[in-house]
Nanobody, 115 residues
Framework: QVQLVESGGGLVQAGGSLRLSCAAS????????NAWYRQAPGKQRELVAS???????NYADSVKGRFTILRDTAKNTLRLQMNSLKPEDTAVYYC?????????WGQGTQVTVSS
């Protein structure tokens, strides 16, 4: 059974930093496409950052230069380092992984950035 469990969310002031983590069981992050998505109230879920099976990364324009996606293969954990946070980054952040064309999602972790 595959489980993705996010942690690290919370309340932070604008300009601050947070690091999200996603621990996986039943699936290996290494060698598979992984990503972080987010969903703000009243908005659709959007891609924040992704990493391909080969390690190539991609970021939404709104977070480029501020967020970094990291795959810790030793701990089978996906991380999202978020710096220079803005109020518009407020959302529930979800971890995503895919294996054999099957998508898996975590339960989400709330990030709130106050102005």
């Amino acid at each position: 059974q595959v489980q993705l469990v996010e942690s690290g969310g919370g309340l932070v002031q604008a300009g601050g930093s947070l690091r999200l983590s996603c621990a996986a069981s039943g699936i290996l992050f290494n060698g598979k496409p992984n990503a972080w998505y987010r969903q703000a109230p009243g908005k659709q879920r959007e891609l924040v950052a992704s990493v391909t099976s080969l390690g190539d990364t991609n970021y939404a324009d709104s977070v480029k230069g501020r967020f970094t996606i990291l795959r810790d293969t030793a701990k089978n954990t996906l991380r999202l380092q978020m710096n220079s946070l803005k109020p518009e980054d407020t959302a529930v952040y979800y971890c995503y992984a895919r294996s054999d064309f099957t998508p898996y999602w975590g339960q989400g972790t709330q990030v709130t950035v106050s102005s």
